[in-house]
């Protein structure tokens, strides 16, 4: 799943950021998890925005980064 604009980049850098910490052992992908990013993103949101924002969280579940 690739960002489009400016801030799909900025929330798919937190969400990927929060992934590499679960990897690492470092909290988990729980119910809290969209509100959290939508504090880290540090921009209020639009309907796109969070849209994106659920689709990319649940997207990378799925696809866990690999590095």
Do not use: C
Not at 3 to 27: L, W
Not at 39 to 45: D, H, L, R, S, Y
Not at 58 to 63: D, I, S, T, V
């Amino acid at each position: 799943m690739k960002p489009t604009n400016k801030h799909e980049i900025e929330i798919a850098e937190k969400v990927d950021q929060k992934a590499r910490a679960i990897r690492e052992g470092v909290g988990a992908w729980d119910d809290r998890v969209i509100t959290e990013m939508r504090i880290a993103v540090g921009f209020q949101m639009n309907v796109s925005d969070e849209q994106f924002l659920e689709s990319y969280v649940a997207w990378r579940r799925q696809n866990p980064i690999r590095e």
